[in-house]
T-cell receptor
Framework: QKEVEQDPGPLSVPEGAIVSLNCTYSNSAFQYFMWYRQYSRKGPELLMYTYSSGNKEDGRFTAQVDKSSKYISLFIRDSQPSDSATYLC????????????FGKGTLLTVNP | GAGVSQSPRYKVAKRGQDVALRCDPISGHVSLFWYQQALGQGPEFLTYFQNEAQLDKSGLPSDRFFAERPEGSVSTLKIQRTQQEDSAVYLCASLLGGETQYFGPGTRLLVL
């Protein structure tokens, strides 16, 4: 079993829909939780990160972390066709090594 | 300013050939990471440098993989005697501080 599990989808939604993406993990040492967006043939780009448990909001994006359940989520409100991409969750422990452990990624398509 | 650049963008190698992949991080970024992304998978950590010191190489899959960053700036990932299972996108990321790793576009390696 991988340390980070993420449903690869694909997920297809109409424009304006609320999208929910999530990951589960098994390593209780993880303290930093990130969501990256990756367009086709591009490198990943950081969307948001959260330290420990809680919620964080940035525009149309909300990240949630529940460490007791080892479960993280990303919500996208009012989804746009430009949001069509692969969304990767990533996490790391609290030490000085910044290496990230990624999920498989979820391919999202927002249809106009 | 310029982001992380990688070269070549595409590389086709015959099985058994040696290849060298180059990463130019963002100027002044102390930390540099290499990740391997197989088709349909999330990136997997290979190795991590802080300046010229290779602090973690636990993700390198075999002794055919070697990375260096001799002057604490440009890094090279070398793969000797390439195998078909080495076919993947090799991503480089750099970090100045905080949690934002900036990724390059990757080098797509195909081993025939």
């Amino acid at each position: 079993q991988k340390e980070v599990e993420q449903d690869p989808g694909p997920l297809s939604v109409p424009e304006g829909a609320i999208v929910s993406l999530n990951c589960t993990y098994s390593n209780s040492a993880f303290q930093y939780f990130m969501w990256y967006r990756q367009y086709s043939r591009k490198g990943p780009e950081l969307l948001m990160y959260t330290y420990s448990s809680g919620n964080k909001e940035d525009g149309r994006f909300t990240a949630q972390v529940d460490k007791s359940s080892k479960y993280i989520s990303l919500f996208i409100r009012d989804s746009q066709p430009s949001d069509s991409a692969t969304y990767l969750c990533a996490m790391r422990d609290g030490g000085s090594n910044y290496k990230l452990t990624f999920g498989k990624g979820t391919l999202l398509t927002v249809n106009p | 300013g310029a982001g992380v650049s990688q070269s070549p963008r595409y590389k086709v190698a015959k099985r058994g050939q040696d290849v060298a992949l180059r990463c130019d991080p963002i100027s002044g970024h102390v930390s540099l990471f290499w990740y391997q992304q197989a088709l349909g998978q999330g990136p997997e950590f290979l190795t991590y440098f802080q300046n010229e010191a290779q602090l973690d190489k636990s993700g390198l899959p075999s002794d055919r993989f070697f990375a260096e960053r001799p002057e604490g700036s440009v890094s090279t990932l070398k793969i000797q005697r390439t195998q078909q299972e080495d076919s993947a996108v090799y991503l480089c990321a750099s970090l100045l501080g905080g949690e934002t790793q900036y990724f390059g576009p990757g080098t797509r390696l195909l081993v025939l």
